[in-house]
């Protein structure tokens, strides 16, 4: 049974625990991610587990928590920082490592395998996995926001060290003009409709694959 992001509550998962106990169903799973089941809550559950009339066998509340009580996809908001191990020496960093900005010349960055090295490209610190929902701003004549692989080459100017050019990445590449959705070299243009905003919503759905 999904119910995966439905805002279930402590209350929720008593009534959840109390109609599995009274009516014992062919129930073998239960996804309650993305919900705020509480400590208590769990507790309940995991105990629901253990009772020989609930053949219930698997139970997923991972990514629990207060903030996925949020209406739509901002219960899956994450925060993301810069990594100034991968940003190429024609980017700079700011704001705490929040912004990216190009440059006409090299940053006194050290070497680090990491790198981009010839791409102007640079990675999040952080890993991304489950549901996660982020907003990026961007100005100038144009911008890539993209997702990858943490294996995708950091030398050279070709496909395979592009994002949105290879089978380990996707972009958007954004202007005033169009938006482009990249993946594996091949491209879709996305209509949208004609706006002063330079701000992108990111919706990740690791499970699902999209």
């Not at 629901?48 to 899956?76: A, Q, S, W």
């Not at 993301?80 to 704001?95: H, Y």
């Not at 692989?149 to 990445?169: A, E, M, P, T, V």
Request: hydrophobic share 25%; proline share 5%; with cysteine.
């Amino acid at each position: 049974c999904r119910l995966s992001g439905c805002l279930v509550t402590e209350e929720g998962c008593a009534s959840l625990v109390s109609a599995l106990k009274s009516n014992p169903s062919h129930l073998r799973e239960l996804d309650l991610s993305y919900n705020h089941p509480g400590d208590s809550g769990v507790r309940l559950l995991s105990a629901g587990l253990e009772d020989p009339h609930c053949r219930l066998e698997k139970l997923n509340v991972e990514h629990g928590g207060e903030n996925t009580m949020k209406p739509g996809l901002r219960k899956y908001v994450c925060d993301l920082t810069l990594d100034p191990n991968t940003v190429n020496r024609f980017l700079s960093l700011s704001e705490e490592n929040r912004k990216v900005t190009c440059r006409r010349e090299e940053q006194p960055y050290p070497d680090h395998p990491e790198r981009f090295k010839d791409c102007e490209q640079v990675l999040c610190r952080e890993g991304l996995t489950g549901r996660c929902y982020w907003e990026v701003e961007w100005s100038g004549r144009e911008a890539g926001i993209g997702v990858t692989y943490k294996g995708i080459s950091r030398r050279g100017w070709g496909s395979d060290c592009l994002i949105g050019y290879n089978d380990k990445s996707w972009s958007l590449d954004c202007s005033d003009n169009s938006y482009s959705a990249w993946h594996n070299n091949k491209s879709t243009t996305i209509d949208v409709p004609s706006s002063s905003s330079h701000r992108v919503g990111v919706y990740l759905d690791w499970p699902a694959g999209t």
